[in-house]
């Protein structure tokens, strides 16, 4: 309040600090210390500039004695804002030329990481006041102000969240074919925790990296910004278990129990809510009754069914094609052994889902398939946040019912706060209809939730490459391919973010890694040819579109991106002929068009908000 009082005199301060912030008796927060303050008008003049300041504190553009302005006291801010919440400095350094080059040069540490219950609204308003480019933080003092307060009603029990990660149960059976068994344990035992709503607990596709035999404990900890750990092993042979189990607090490297479970299949469902109410009992977290009942509910008593489960969740999540046909083949045996398993069949719809986008089916072959399965595990369990999570897709990609989508969503998260999934559509239908800046808080939270997913890294980059940050957007689109080199999708993100910068030869390398998979030729295609006609290149352009073949035409999906290519060529007419259709086929496509920059030249044409409208993306949620 202090800074946008003087800012609004045009006072820039220039020296933003701790030391410069009092607390007066009656708890106001004064600024203090306006020695190296001057007006904005007196900095117009390059003679006036002078690299004045606390270099700790100092902005990028401070430190190389350029022109600063009130973006400079947002930095400064900043900086203050990370060491209250983290107890350190964002950047550090032995001498003052290393302090200087870890400002203008690296990327500060994530606060989540140094303080894992800080909310991921609050993480990403520090994150805006330390971008590199003073443009690209937040506007002003008011908007700083705003977004704070925003806060203070969404997390008032911040503070007592536990954070823990379950690592993957080894598995120590004499059978080497139960390795879907350890990995289908620790799965459950994440999907019972992840129903409380006083614990974060880190997603599967997460903790599924980490052997324990290669980092220490207060590592893995740090990495997946967690307090607590549990480990454990399993023994299957025949029906007969043994299931050990270990709860660590990596902060302070101690155990805070350990049990051994020995007993059979049957009682394998009794195991898993007893080992998620011993872990709320050590951590102090106050079970509500519905939570309770919630732990204590099975979706099928059919030991057979529930392993045939397990193997087809084993197989969905390799997120290829044929891995994805045997989940569906699994998730259908054990419908067949228990008609009545909500779960498996919220399986069946999410397995179809997914063919759609890694296997050989259009989203318009997928969709009855995966409606009349959803539909299904939600007129046997209409409590399972897995199946609203996806109608929620459905309703968002096919559909195209945002209103409907959103609800289901957000019921997703009532019934499972820590589904790093339902964050993840939720942030995206929040892009698609015009909610940028919440987007952006939501997919902090899956990533948070789940911050080694690949998936989820270079989705939180579309989001920034929609909300026009392309720098960060390229840094998450290389975090993503940094954990999986073989994620190929990261690629399209990493062209787009460089064309929108002008960066067109790195656009053009980019596309080509993402179309080097058979499956994303033609969409490859299509972006080449966007970028080409980008560039001015409009016969090479319109040559590629008029040499794609007919079979390539099956997926609506290129309708949109040969209508990008009129657009790029100034060609409007082409351009809305060639949206028309993709809307005719109901592309899930067109989701993006309220954001997309390379609809901006055609975005004042009255046919353009005919279009919207069709598509239902105006509108107030």
């Known amino acids: 309040e202090g800074m946008r009082a003087a800012h609004s005199k045009g006072i820039i301060h220039r020296d933003i600090k701790p030391e410069n912030i009092i607390v007066t008796g009656n708890g106001v927060a004064k600024i203090a210390d306006f020695g190296l303050a001057a007006l904005a008008d007196r900095l117009q003049s390059p003679e006036n500039e002078h690299i004045v300041g606390t270099t700790a504190y100092m902005s990028p553009e401070q430190l190389r004695g350029e022109h600063v302005d009130h973006h400079t006291d947002i930095w400064s801010l900043g900086v203050t804002l990370y060491e209250m919440v983290t107890g350190r400095r964002p950047f550090v350094g032995e001498y003052e030329q290393a302090l200087t080059y870890s400002i203008l040069q690296e990327k500060h540490p994530a606060p989540s990481g140094l303080r894992p219950d800080i909310p991921p609204a609050l993480e990403n308003i520090i994150d805006r006041c330390l971008e590199k480019t003073p443009l690209l933080r937040l506007p002003d003092a008011s908007a700083l102000v705003e977004e704070l307060r925003r806060i203070e009603p969404e997390h008032p029990q911040t503070k007592a969240l536990k954070s823990i990660a379950v690592l993957p149960f080894t598995d120590i059976s004499p059978d080497k074919d139960n390795e879907y068994f350890s990995e289908g344990l620790t799965e459950e035992i994440i999907a019972n925790l992840s129903k409380l709503k006083m614990m974060r607990v880190v997603s599967r596709t997460s903790v599924i990296h980490y052997d324990r035999a290669e980092k220490a404990m ?11 750990i549990l480990e454990g092993s399993v023994r299957k042979h025949g029906t007969a278990l043994r299931i050990t189990t270990q709860l660590v607090d990596a902060s302070q490297d101690t155990s805070l129990w350990s049990e051994t479970y020995r007993g ?51 197989f969905w999540n390799k997120r290829n094609s044929d891995a994805l046909e045997t989940a569906i083949r699994y998730f259908e045996e054990a419908i067949n052994k228990d008609p009545r398993y909500a779960l498996a069949w919220a ?8 063919l759609s986008e890694y296997g050989h089916l259009t989203r318009q072959e997928a969709y ?5 399965a959803v539909e299904k595990a939600l007129s046997l369990d209409d409590q399972l946040a897995e199946a609203h999570a996806s109608l ?43 909610y940028v800046e919440d987007a952006l808080n939501e997919i902090a939270r899956a990533v948070l939730l789940d911050p080694l997913s690949p998936a989820i890294l270079k989705d939180k980059g579309l989001i920034l490459y929609y909300a026009r940050q392309y720098n960060a957007a390229i840094e998450e689109g290389k975090k993503a391919l940094e954990l999986d080199p073989g994620f190929v999708t990261a690629h399209r993100l990493l062209s787009l973010a460089y064309q929108a910068k002008g960066m067109f030869k790195e656009a053009i390398e980019e596309n080509q890694l993402w179309g080097r998979p058979k499956e994303n030729q033609p969409e490859a295609n299509v972006g080449l040819a966007q970028l080409l006609a980008a560039t001015g290149k409009k016969a090479e352009a319109l040559a590629l579109v008029e040499q794609l073949p007919p079979d390539h035409f099956r997926n609506p999906k290129l309708f949109r991106g040969i209508a990008l290519v009129y657009v790029a060529l100034g060609e409007a007419d082409l351009a809305f002929s060639w949206l028309e259709k993709a809307y005719e086929r109901r592309s899930d496509s067109l989701s993006t068009l309220r954001v997309d920059p390379k609809i901006d030249p055609i975005r004042s044409d009255p046919r353009f908000e005919v279009l919207v409208k069709k598509v239902g993306l105006k509108l107030n949620l």
């Not at 050590?282 to 519905?290: D, E, F, I, S, Y």
Request: net charge negative.
């Open 347 to 354: 399986g069946l719809s999410d397995a179809y889902n997914m």
């Open 264 to 314: 059979t299949m049957e009682d394998i469902f009794d195991i898993q809510e007893t080992v998620a109410g011993k872990i709320a009992d050590a951590l102090k977290v106050h079970l509500t009754p519905g939570e309770k009942q919630t732990l204590k509910r099975h979706s099928t008593e059919n030991t057979e069914a529930y392993q045939l489960y397990l193997k087809g969740r084993f």
């Open 368 to 372: 009855p398939k995966s409606k009349e």
């Open 218 to 228: 207060k590592q893995i900890a740090a990495d997946l910004a967690v307090q607590y």
């Open 392 to 434: 929620g897709s459905l309703k968002m990609l096919d559909e195209w019912d945002w209103s409907e989508a959103r609800k289901e969503y957000r019921c997703a998260l009532e019934l499972k706060p820590n589904y790093a999934t339902a964050h993840h559509w939720y942030a995206e239908l929040l892009l698609y209809t015009g």
